[in-house]
């Protein structure tokens, strides 16, 4: 956010870090029990697999750093929650021979002896994985080239109650990306590592699908000093400061009150102290950053309604 108007004043940028709802709400608290019900390596002849193609030792490596990466990925978000039954969650963990019921959901009468035997009330299954590279190198014009590699990956989860209805199923498909050229200063990823980075990022997109989760963004606010003190962000010098006679001064004095007050996660405070701001000078960049804060607010009713569950 570039403040135009009053671009003569410096600034500074002030990070804040912010809860952010999960996609999936659970009905109602309760253990989790986090389960790896994924086909073991030697069963899944999938075509598009690339583990398929591997020796029976290379096929062992490769699953370990998938399933190691994917569940340390998982529990990365799953440990900061905000919601301490998920901070809770058990990790348990049944591989599947089974070939006949290929990629169907697991039964009922499955799920019950999941629930039963580890004492859940939700399954979150990783039922499946797959993945596939490709790597390339071409030569380009007067002597130059560039090496590419890809690594797709496909996932399948599914969510349970006690009763064996499914109340979420999610398919995770993504693709990244790697290259390399005479001025890059890094090479290429070998594939292990490849590999270990698109399923930390897998379980890590996941665990942010089923919880609340930690980002940072950042706010750029006013720098105002008197008598060479720095008081930018010192609420009682920026009360002081908000009717000041000089209308620059008060205006950016209201906008870091509003700036301090999101800080401290007081949304509806920063709103207000936005509105005081434009009543003295109407920037764009006011309204923008209301905006910004009407999506918080309305994040924030998803959010509590997550939290309350803590109750």
Not at 249 to 269: C, G, I, P, T, W
Request: with cysteine.
């Amino acid at each position: 956010m570039v403040l135009i108007s009053v671009s003569c004043a410096p600034t500074n940028w002030l990070n804040i870090d912010t809860i952010n709802p999960a996609t999936f709400t659970f009905p109602d608290t309760g253990k989790i029990v986090i389960l790896n019900a994924s086909y073991l390596p030697e069963v899944n002849q999938t075509k598009t697999n690339l583990i398929t193609k591997f020796t029976p030792k290379e096929q062992l490596i490769y699953d370990t750093i998938i399933i190691t990466h994917i569940f340390n990925g998982l529990f990365s978000v799953l440990n900061e929650s905000t919601n301490f039954y998920i901070q809770e969650a058990d990790y348990q963990e049944i591989r599947t021979r089974d070939t006949s019921n290929f990629l169907n959901p697991i039964s009922a009468k499955g799920i019950d002896f999941l629930c039963n035997t580890y004492d859940g009330s939700f399954i979150v299954a990783l039922e499946y994985f797959d993945f596939n590279r490709v790597a390339q190198k071409n030569i380009l014009s007067y002597g130059s080239w560039q090496s590419n590699l890809e690594v797709s990956r496909r996932l399948v989860w599914r969510i349970y109650n006690k009763t064996g209805e499914i109340l979420d199923q999610y398919i995770d498909t993504d693709t990244l990306y790697w290259y390399e050229n005479i001025e890059t200063t890094e090479p290429l990823p070998e594939l292990t590592d490849a590999v270990r980075e698109a399923f930390y990022f897998a379980g890590d997109l996941y665990a942010k699908r089923i919880s609340t989760y930690w980002t940072e963004l950042s706010r750029q606010y006013f720098l105002i000093s008197i008598n060479g003190e720095d008081v930018s962000l010192e609420r009682e010098q920026l009360i002081a400061l908000k009717d000041n006679k000089k209308k620059r001064q008060a205006f950016k004095a209201r906008y870091n009150l509003a700036v301090l007050s999101e800080s401290e996660d007081k949304l509806e405070e920063a709103n207000s102290w936005l509105k005081e701001a434009y009543k003295i000078i109407q920037l764009e960049e006011v309204v923008y950053y209301q905006k910004k804060l009407e999506t918080r607010l309305e994040t924030r009713k998803i959010i509590d309604i997550q939290s309350m569950q803590n109750k």
